[in-house]
């Protein structure tokens, strides 16, 4: 099946092409903390905060991920690590985009952040 697949990652226009565009830089802020602990409201007033500022921001929120994209996954450790390792691969292309990108996530162990940031870069 991979012998199907062929990057083009050369061609594309680069992160800092996008982010000139943007004037500004792409990066991401991961809350966490436990459920209910208001990492989702204080990333509310983070976006609006930066969005007054003329800062393109986007929030990625536990609930409404798994509502979507990872609507198939449970809460066993490998499905959280699934959960972890596809928020960290879709914030890696808004980040890659220039844009400020605010992930809400329990992510309970140092595991799984260690890997969402190898993921993420930085």
Known sequence: MTENIYPIYDRMMSRED?????????LM???TGLSGSGKSTVAMGVERELHARG???RIL????????IN?????CAGDRSENIRRIAEVGKLFV?????????????TNDLRRMAKAIIGG
């Open 18 to 26: 996008k982010e000139h565009l943007l004037g500004q830089r792409g």
């Open 61 to 68: 929120d536990g609930d409404n991920v798994r509502a979507g």
């Open 55 to 57: 800062i393109l921001c």
């Open 96 to 108: 890659q985009t220039g844009i400020v990108t605010l992930a809400c996530f329990v992510s309970p």
């Open 29 to 31: 802020v991961w809350f």
């Open 71 to 75: 609507s198939n996954l449970g809460f």
